[in-house]
C-alpha cells in the first residue's frame, strides 16, 4: 500500500513538471526588434530639424536695403566701371591719348588685384562701348554685397597724383511706400561710400606723392543713381607727354583699389531702408 502511494506522488509530480514545461515553450519571446522599442508610453526621441538655406530667409540672411534677402557674409563683389568709351571718349591729351582707352587698360589691372583680395568683380564694360549711366548704375543695383568704383583720367590736376571722390550730400526723398527716386539712390549709402573713399583714397596718398589724404566730396553724376557704397578714382593726367608715365601709375592704383575694398569690408553693412527704387 505505501509502494502504491510513493508510486502515485511520483506519476503527479512528473505530469506537474510536464505540464509546466510545456507552458514555458508554448509562451511567444520577444523580437528582438521588440525589445529595443521603448516601452508604452514613452515617447520617441525628437528628430533634429533640418537646417533651412540661406535662399529660404533663415539663419546667415539679413534684409537687404531693399526689403529682399542678401547673404549675411557682407561685401564680396566689386562693380568696376571703366568711364567713357564707344563715341565718348572722355579727356583727351595733346598726344592722342584717349581717357576712354587708358581707364580700360586700368581696369584690367584693377580688376585683378581685386580678384586677389577674394572679390570677384563685374565690369559694367569690357571693350569700347559706352554703357549710359543708368545702364551703369543697374548694373550695380542688381547685385548684393557689392561696391562700385568708377575710374577716370582727368584733363587738369598735378601729373602723378590720384584722387576719389565721393558723391555730395543728397537728402534722402521716399514716398509714401518708402520708394526713393531713381536719381538718390545714393543717399542712404552716403556714409559708407566716404569711409570706402576715405580707406581708397589713403593707400593712393601713400603710393603717389601729392595726393589728397581723404576723399572729396563733388557732384558727381554716375555715382548719384548708385545704390551702393560708390566712388570716382581720378589720376592726373592727359596732360602728359608720353602715356607711360599714365601706364605707371596702373599698378599702384590697383594695389590701393583693391587694398582699400579688403580694409573696407569689415565696416559693410547693409542701410537699413525698406521698399526700392523708383
Given at each position: 500500500?505505501?509502494?502504491?502511494?510513493?508510486?502515485?506522488?511520483?506519476?503527479?509530480?512528473?505530469?506537474?513538471?510536464?505540464?509546466l514545461?510545456a507552458?514555458?515553450?508554448?509562451?511567444?519571446s520577444l523580437?528582438?526588434s521588440?525589445?529595443?522599442q521603448?516601452?508604452t508610453?514613452?515617447?520617441?526621441p525628437?528628430a533634429?530639424p533640418?537646417?533651412?538655406s540661406?535662399q529660404?530667409?533663415a539663419?546667415?540672411?539679413?534684409?537687404?536695403?531693399?526689403?529682399?534677402l542678401?547673404?549675411?557674409?557682407g561685401?564680396?563683389?566689386?562693380?568696376?566701371?571703366?568711364a567713357?568709351?564707344g563715341?565718348?571718349?572722355?579727356?583727351?591729351?595733346?598726344?592722342?591719348?584717349?581717357?576712354?582707352?587708358?581707364?580700360?587698360?586700368?581696369a584690367i589691372?584693377?580688376?585683378?588685384?581685386?580678384?586677389l583680395?577674394?572679390?570677384?568683380v563685374?565690369?559694367?564694360?569690357?571693350?569700347?562701348?559706352?554703357?549710359?549711366f543708368?545702364?551703369?548704375?543697374a548694373?550695380a543695383?542688381a547685385q548684393r554685397?557689392?561696391?562700385f568704383v568708377?575710374?577716370h583720367i582727368?584733363?587738369t590736376?598735378m601729373q602723378?597724383?590720384?584722387r576719389?571722390?565721393?558723391n555730395?550730400?543728397?537728402?534722402?526723398?521716399a514716398d509714401s511706400n518708402?520708394?526713393?527716386?531713381?536719381?538718390?539712390?545714393?543717399?542712404?549709402?552716403?556714409?559708407?561710400?566716404?569711409?570706402?573713399g576715405d580707406?581708397?583714397?589713403g593707400?593712393?596718398?601713400?603710393?603717389?606723392?601729392?595726393?589728397p589724404?581723404?576723399?572729396?566730396?563733388a557732384?558727381?553724376?554716375?555715382?548719384r543713381?548708385?545704390?551702393?557704397?560708390a566712388?570716382?578714382v581720378?589720376i592726373?593726367?592727359?596732360?602728359?607727354e608720353?602715356?607711360v608715365d599714365l601706364d605707371r601709375?596702373a599698378?599702384?592704383v590697383?594695389d590701393?583699389?583693391a587694398?582699400?575694398?579688403?580694409?573696407?569690408?569689415p565696416?559693410y553693412?547693409v542701410?537699413a531702408?525698406?521698399?526700392g527704387?523708383?
Open positions: 500500500m505505501r509502494n502504491l502511494l510513493r508510486v502515485k506522488s511520483l506519476a503527479l509530480i512528473g505530469l506537474l513538471f510536464v505540464a514545461l507552458a514555458v515553450l508554448a509562451s511567444p523580437a528582438p521588440q525589445a529595443q521603448p516601452a508610453g514613452t515617447p520617441p525628437a533634429t533640418a537646417m533651412p540661406p529660404g530667409g539663419a546667415g540672411s539679413v534684409p537687404s536695403q531693399f526689403g529682399a542678401a547673404q549675411a557674409n561685401l564680396n563683389l566689386v562693380v568696376l566701371d571703366p567713357h568709351g563715341t565718348d571718349p572722355g579727356a583727351r591729351g595733346t598726344g592722342g591719348i584717349r581717357e576712354s582707352e587708358i581707364v580700360l587698360d586700368f589691372q584693377v580688376r585683378r588685384a581685386l580678384e583680395q577674394g572679390f570677384q563685374v565690369q559694367t564694360r569690357q571693350g569700347n562701348e559706352d554703357p549710359s543708368d545702364d551703369r548704375s548694373t543695383n554685397g557689392a561696391v568708377t575710374l582727368s584733363s590736376g602723378g597724383t590720384a576719389v571722390y565721393v555730395s550730400d543728397l537728402p534722402p526723398v518708402g520708394l526713393i527716386p531713381w536719381d538718390r539712390a545714393q543717399a542712404p549709402f552716403l556714409g559708407l561710400s566716404k569711409t570706402f580707406l581708397v583714397q593707400f593712393l596718398a601713400q603710393r603717389f606723392k601729392g595726393s589724404g581723404a576723399a572729396q566730396t557732384s558727381v553724376r554716375q555715382l543713381t548708385t545704390a551702393a557704397p566712388i570716382a581720378e592726373s593726367s592727359v596732360t602728359v608720353d602715356r601709375m599698378p599702384g590697383a590701393a583699389i587694398r582699400g575694398a579688403a580694409a573696407f569690408k565696416s553693412v542701410p531702408v525698406t521698399g527704387l523708383r
